[in-house]
């Protein structure tokens, strides 16, 4: 059976980057390999990564000189990565909102009949999903223009950064850069959406609750960035309407 590849994409986590929860489950996990991509940090991020790929041979690293923003740092590594090695390959944010714990879970959904998987954060009385409240209506709001104007499919959470694809789906839909800096996410359903059509979305992409996420309250999005979320929505719409 093919392992699944996991990218993260690093960019400064020097001072939030949780290495002791990589060294713990690393020395208990082999279902996983990790794929880290430094993009271009100034910081001692590539040192820390470079331990990890010293010490586990399930740990790769990337180097990126220059940073070109978490988008094009995992469309980098998608199309660097060798498809006969890995069947699925999966992205994950360096903070682990959500936790290497809970990407290995919805690793267990892959199946000939899921072929993109959504982590998605759905607040249920058997979960624990912690979100800052400003964010989490802005997050519906957005969704809910996504999902009724442009996407036009019954998908919860576009957001959230776990992910895993079928690597020949992967290197298809990532082709091509990105015109969003952070909304790539439905970029990808787009694609999949212009590529396959919508009815092979309802039937191969599968969104799967997360049990646990908690917000670690250093996102990378500024108040400014919430600003210009509108003007890259309309790129996405204008982009993909062609």
Partial sequence: MQKICVI????NEGLRFNIEAYNQFLNTH????????????????????NQLQTRFNTVSVMNL??????????????????????????????????????MLRISTFTSESAKFILGSRIKTLNTSIKRNPLRHILGRALATIVNTLILKLPIYDTQCGA??????????????PFVSKWLFDI???????KLKGSQFCKQYILEVPLKKWHD??????????FIFIPIDLLKIYFQYQK
Avoid: H, W
Avoid at 35 to 48: A, E, K, R
């Fill in 216 to 225: 670690n309250g250093n996102t990378r999005i500024t108040f400014t960035d």
């Fill in 187 to 193: 970029e990808l359903l787009l694609r999949i959406n």
């Fill in 163 to 176: 992910k895993i694809i079928k690597t020949s789906l992967a290197k298809d839909i990532f082709k091509q």
């Fill in 65 to 102: 000189e220059k940073n070109v923003g978490k988008a094009e740092a995992i469309r980098y590594a998608v199309l660097s990565i060798s498809a006969e090695n890995y069947k699925y390959l999966g992205y994950l944010d360096a903070d682990l909102s959500t936790s290497l714990d809970e």
């Fill in 8 to 11: 993260i994409p690093c960019y």
């Fill in 30 to 49: 082999q279902e996983l390999d990790m794929c880290f991509v430094n993009d271009g940090s100034s910081d001692n991020t590539l040192d820390l990564l």
